[in-house]
């Protein structure tokens, strides 16, 4: 088992910056790749960013590029995401996840095996 603890979430106005921190434990050395996703109320959860574990490769959707950045710290099991020139829009619960398995996909929910609390994002216009 493998459990994930995010913080970092708060309150910014449009154009501002946070940082989101996942602090894994527990059998990590079994994780292949570390994942963001978010979901706002009424919607879908939806992919943000994913960082392959061993290497660092990273992929992002499409709306974040640019602007997020997920990093990770193998030394202290903890991935990161840096949330930069916030818009409105990004207002939502974000969580974190792990997968133990490659998939080709890494914006899939299914393909995670653990999940964090969630840490709310509002940023105000």
């Known amino acids: 088992q493998v459990q994930l603890v995010e913080s970092g979430g708060g309150l910014v106005q449009a154009g501002g910056s946070l940082r989101l921190s996942c602090a894994a434990s527990?059998?990590?050395?079994?994780?292949?790749?570390m994942g963001w996703f978010r979901q706002a109320p009424g919607k879908e959860r939806e992919f943000v960013a994913a960082?392959?574990?061993?290497?660092?490769?990273?992929s992002y959707a499409e709306s974040v590029k640019g602007r997020f950045t997920i990093l990770r710290d193998n030394t202290a099991n903890t991935a990161y995401l840096q949330m930069n020139s916030l818009k409105p829009d990004d207002t939502a619960v974000y969580y974190c996840?792990?997968?133990?398995?490659?998939?080709?996909?890494?914006?899939?929910?299914?393909?995670?095996?653990?999940w964090g609390q969630g840490t709310q994002v509002t940023v105000s216009s």
């Open positions: 527990g059998r990590t050395f079994s994780i292949y790749r």
């Open positions: 960082i392959t574990w061993s290497t660092g490769s990273t």
């Open positions: 996840a792990a997968g133990s398995q490659w998939f080709y996909s890494a914006s899939y929910p299914t393909n995670y095996d653990y």
